[in-house]
Structure formats: structure tokens, C-alpha cells
Nanobody, 124 residues
């Protein structure tokens, strides 16, 4: 079992920044690819970013490329999502997830564990 706890969400004005954190406990964190997903009101949950277990590979949805950066610190069992130049369309509950695999993937069905989510609200 892996437990994931997100933090760092909040209310920010358009153009601002936030850094989300996700701390993992349980099995070996470094064995898992990590992903960030989000769900806006009335919409389905969507992929945002992912990073391989080693940190060597990353993948982003087009709408956040150049603005968001995923990173991880395996010594701290933590994955981060640095979000810059936020806009109201980024408003959503953000979830981190862990997939027991060596690669990298955006398909949320392949992720084994999920956090409870943290709310990000961007005002215009």
C-alpha cells in the first residue's frame, strides 16, 4: 500500500504561481512513476503531468507545457508540481497518483494509488 497526501493548493490570482506537494508513505516510493491529475467542476478528471520513477522522463498535457513543472525527491518521498502563470482554466482539484511501473504514462487507469486531492482556485 502507498498513501499519498497532497498539499499546497489555495486561491491565487491569474498570473500567479503555486507549488503542490505530494508526500508518499508505505512501499518504496522510488519504484513508482508519479502523476498529477485534475478535475474541474462538471468535468472529468484529466491528466496534467507525469514523471518516471527515476525522474529522467516527464510528460505534460499540452495546456500546461511551459507553465507547469513536475519534479520529485525520492529521498523525501515527495513529488511536486510547480505551477506558474496560472489562469482561471487551471481551477480544479489536483490529485497525485502513483503507478508501479518503470515507464511513464498518462492513462489514469494505470495508476494504482491516489491522494485525496487539493483545491486550486485561480481568480481572474
Amino acid at each position: 500500500q502507498v498513501q499519498l497526501v497532497e498539499s499546497g493548493g489555495g486561491l491565487v490570482q491569474a498570473g500567479g504561481s503555486l507549488r503542490l506537494s505530494c508526500v508518499a508513505s508505505g512501499r518504496t516510493f522510488s519504484s513508482y512513476a508519479m502523476g498529477w491529475f485534475r478535475q474541474a467542476p462538471g468535468k472529468e478528471r484529466e491528466f496534467v503531468a507525469a514523471m518516471s520513477w527515476s525522474g529522467d522522463n516527464t510528460y505534460y498535457v499540452d495546456s500546461v507545457k511551459g507553465r507547469f513543472t513536475i519534479s520529485r525527491d525520492n529521498a523525501l518521498n515527495t513529488v511536486y508540481l510547480q505551477m506558474n502563470t496560472l489562469n482561471p482554466e487551471d481551477t480544479a482539484v489536483y490529485y497525485c497518483a502513483a503507478a508501479y511501473m518503470k515507464g511513464i504514462i498518462s492513462n489514469q487507469r494505470r495508476y494504482d494509488y491516489w491522494g485525496q486531492g487539493t483545491q486550486v482556485t485561480v481568480s481572474s
